[in-house]
T-cell receptor, first 113, second 111 residues
Framework: DAMVIQNPRYQVTQFGKPVTLSCSQT?????MYWYQQKSSQAPKLLFH???????NEADTPDNFQSRRPNTSFCFLDIRSPGLGDAAMYLC????????????FGPGTRLTVL | GIQVEQSPPDLILQEGANSTLRCNFS?????LQWFHQNPWGQLINLFYIPSGTKQNGRLSATTVATERYSLLYISSSQTTDSGVYFC?????????????FGKGTKLSVKP
């Protein structure tokens, strides 16, 4: 089945220690998104890739970066995690940006100690 | 920016009951989706419905774009329907866009 896969499902890191979260897709979609969802809140878009074009939301902290080496993979890098970055990180894909169904992966739950 | 309001914020049902969830949005959009987030955090797409009516089994949705609201109907609810239901609206123009989520409706279905 075509799907969106996120690894790891759970990640524990230390305050200030860089961490990378991974997302892969078999849907061959052009667009990949990263969302942050804190406890009991709605998901919030951090950035998205439309093919190789990177689009950052204005209020996404500089501490968050992303890479998309090919169509199938996208990475979220948190350079210096703080306690406030503990959250569920959700990857999603769609064929077209924002005017199409978005398909979400299972998420990575990040804990910062 | 676009505001998205969902109601009710919490809903408790007895198994077998029907319910209607509402999503109001403040501006014209070219994307509207309903999602179910299960207790493990997985977001499942229920409907892509920027306008019109769709049905999928016990679920159906209607969006009246001109009046800026959408409704999600759940009939004969089951305990597996429990979780949070999100409405998300999207607007895309040029190279800019976003999908804005409402705060969700938390549904608990009791056996």
């Amino acid at each position: 089945d075509a799907m969106v896969i996120q690894n790891p499902r759970y990640q524990v890191t230390q305050f200030g220690k860089p961490v990378t979260l991974s997302c892969s897709q078999t849907l061959n979609h052009n667009v990949m998104y990263w969302y942050q969802q804190k406890s009991s809140q709605a998901p919030k878009l951090l950035f998205h890739y439309y093919d190789k074009d990177f689009n950052n939301e204005a209020d996404t902290p500089d501490n968050f970066q992303s890479r998309r080496p090919n169509t199938s993979f996208c990475f979220l890098d948190i350079r210096s995690p703080g306690l406030g970055d503990a959250a569920m990180y959700l990857c999603a894909t769609s064929a077209h940006p924002f005017t199409d169904t978005q398909y979400f992966g299972p998420g990575t739950r990040l804990t910062v100690l | 920016g676009i505001q998205v309001e969902q109601s009710p914020p919490d809903l408790i049902l007895q198994e077998g009951a029907n319910s209607t969830l509402r999503c109001n949005f403040s501006d014209s959009v070219n994307n509207l989706q309903w999602f179910h987030q299960n207790p493990w955090g997985q977001l499942i797409n229920l409907f892509y419905i920027p306008s019109g009516t769709k049905q999928n089994g016990r679920l159906s949705a209607t969006t009246v774009a001109t009046e800026r609201y959408s409704l999600l109907y759940i009939s004969s609810s089951q305990t597996t329907d429990s979780g949070v239901y999100f409405c998300a609206v999207g607007l895309y123009g040029g190279s800019q866009g976003n999908l804005i989520f409402g705060k969700g409706t938390k549904l608990s279905v009791k056996p």
